[in-house]
């Protein structure tokens, strides 16, 4: 049995800590306020495990796995719908919704994933407006048929690459109306899986293939205040170790050149490079990027997002260079041997948590110090900082919000499981 904290202890750490921020120059209130405007965007695949609702739906393809058999899965949208409910009631903030293209709800009837529209979506629709949530997108080019062979966009088949143009320029179309309906912009993020798993005799030509087949799905403008298109690169995958077409070199030069937002996967790079140092690279010559917060263990394994020092940089990075309102932060993770609505919601906090210990840092303070040369100061000042009592912040910015404080959380997830995941056998 856990005893949780009252809210008069929450209160009392709290003002103790205020002080000592205060002490730093740092003011916990304006960092809360922050913090509560901070929309991430949740992945829908994680209440699933990236199977979607197509009638003739298959296993899940593309060089992504999700492991475990935890009971309780979505098995349609209005449980997916009734789990991000529950999800979305434990994370403090309001928050978006990031939709892939399989997610349709099409009524029983097969949709070829080319004929997708708008009407497919209406209850996702309907449900976010009701709920403020905005809504991003995602085709799907993957656990497809036509995408058997490993490639899509970059195929050197004239036919498949045609299918899956036409089934990206659908997802615009989508993305726009859900902007449009919604009042914020989408943000429609192309991943594609195309690659081999040993060496290739040719890297050139599926390149050139993949960008005449971005230009045929870019080639309609739409207003950015309702859809804006991202493009995601990666190293690797399983069956495409060798070589991926859609490097993170070709999509930063596809980004750059097209005026697109390009998204980092914390995943999709070598298992120790991180993606907060590419941030203001990037952000010097990109208006906006998309984030796939994630947690590579080992490789790409997209474990469940913890307060980890690459989230944590990732954090700093987004807060000390003032990009809050140009990094759309999106999680990607799918783990299915864990209660999934927890693995939303342990995932979503830690990310808040992170921007939240951000948020608290004296940063005029430490610029000081960097810009005097004083490096030993910022050194003891950043060393400092990781004890400052940033968790009493954090638990009275949920008790405020309304929401559960630690490992309260789990009490609800618990009885959620006993009322209504359990049932689902
Ligand atoms: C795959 C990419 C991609 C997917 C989702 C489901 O490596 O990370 O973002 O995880 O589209
Ligand atoms: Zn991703």
């Known amino acids: 049995?856990?005893?949780?904290?009252?809210?008069?202890?929450?209160?009392?750490?709290?003002?103790?800590?205020?002080?000592?921020?205060?002490?730093?120059?740092?003011?916990?209130?304006r960092a809360m306020a922050t913090l509560g405007q901070i929309a991430l965007s949740l992945h829908c695949w994680q209440g699933d495990d990236v199977g979607g609702f197509e009638t003739s739906g298959g296993e899940?393809?593309?060089?992504?796995?999700?492991?475990?058999?935890?009971?309780?899965?979505?098995?349609?949208?209005?449980?997916?719908?009734?789990?991000?409910?529950?999800?979305?009631?434990?994370?403090?903030?309001?928050?978006?919704?990031?939709?892939?293209?399989?997610?349709?709800?099409?009524?029983?009837?097969?949709?070829?994933?080319?004929?997708?529209?708008?009407?497919?979506?209406?209850?996702?629709?309907?449900?976010?407006?009701?709920?403020?949530?905005?809504?991003?997108?995602?085709?799907?080019c993957f656990s497809h048929p036509l995408s058997a062979s490993g490639f899509t966009l970059?195929?050197?088949?004239?036919?498949?690459?045609?299918?899956?143009?036409?089934?990206?320029?659908?997802?615009?179309?989508?993305?726009?109306?859900?902007g449009q309906q919604l009042g914020t912009p989408c943000v429609t993020n192309i991943w594609i899986p195309d690659g081999f798993k040993d060496t290739p005799a040719d890297r050139k030509t599926p390149r050139e293939l993949l960008k005449d087949s971005l230009d045929k799905i870019l080639a309609e403008k739409i207003d950015p205040r309702h859809n804006r298109d991202a493009v995601e690169g990666k190293l690797f995958g399983l069956g495409s170790e060798s070589y991926v077409v859609g490097s993170h070199?070709?999509?930063?030069?596809?980004?750059?050149?097209?005026?697109?937002?390009?998204?980092?996967?914390?995943?999709?790079?070598?298992?120790?490079?991180?993606?907060?140092?590419?941030?203001?690279?990037?952000?010097?010559?990109?208006?906006?990027?998309l984030l796939h917060v994630?947690?590579?263990?080992?490789?790409?394994?997209?474990?469940?997002?913890?307060?980890?020092?690459?989230?944590?940089?990732?954090?700093?990075?987004?807060?000390?260079?003032?990009?809050?309102?140009?990094?759309?932060?999106?999680?990607?993770?799918?783990?299915?041997?864990?209660?999934?609505?927890?693995?939303?919601?342990?995932?979503?906090?830690?990310?808040l948590k992170a921007l939240l210990v951000a948020l608290l840092e004296p940063s005029d303070r430490l610029r000081e110090l960097e810009i005097s040369g004083d490096y030993t100061a910022r050194l003891a000042l950043l060393e400092d900082l990781k004890n400052m009592p940033s968790g009493a912040v954090w638990d009275f910015h949920c008790l405020r919000q309304g929401m559960p404080v630690g490992m309260q959380v789990m009490d609800k997830i618990k009885a959620y499981e006993e009322q209504e995941l359990a049932r689902r056998v």
């Not at 937002?261 to 690279?281: M, R, V, W």
């Not at 080992?298 to 140009?326: K, P």
């Not at 783990?335 to 830690?350: L, P, Y």
């Open 1 to 29: 049995m856990d005893h949780h904290p009252s809210d008069r202890q929450i209160q009392a750490t709290y003002d103790l800590a205020k002080e000592r921020y205060v002490q730093m120059g740092v003011d916990t209130d």
């Open 60 to 140: 899940l393809t593309g060089g992504i796995a999700a492991t475990g058999n935890y009971p309780g899965k979505a098995r349609n949208a209005d449980e997916l719908r009734r789990d991000l409910d529950m999800a979305y009631s434990l994370i403090p903030g309001r928050h978006r919704l990031n939709l892939h293209a399989i997610y349709a709800e099409t009524g029983g009837k097969t949709v070829e994933r080319t004929e997708l529209r708008p009407e497919h979506f209406a209850r996702w629709v309907d449900w976010a407006k009701e709920k403020h949530h905005g809504l991003d997108f995602n085709p799907t």
């Open 154 to 178: 970059a195929s050197h088949d004239p036919a498949v690459r045609r299918f899956w143009i036409d089934h990206c320029i659908a997802c615009r179309k989508i993305g726009e109306h859900f």
């Open 249 to 289: 070199e070709f999509y930063l030069g596809y980004a750059i050149t097209h005026r697109l937002l390009l998204c980092l996967d914390a995943g999709h790079f070598h298992p120790t490079e991180g993606i907060a140092d590419k941030i203001s690279s990037v952000l010097t010559y990109l208006d906006e990027i």
């Open 294 to 351: 994630s947690r590579g263990v080992r490789w790409d394994s997209d474990h469940v997002v913890v307060l980890s020092d690459d989230v944590a940089a990732i954090a700093q990075e987004i807060v000390r260079g003032g990009f809050l309102d140009r990094v759309h932060i999106g999680l990607d993770y799918f783990d299915a041997s864990i209660n999934r609505v927890a693995a939303w919601v342990i995932g979503a906090r830690s990310t």
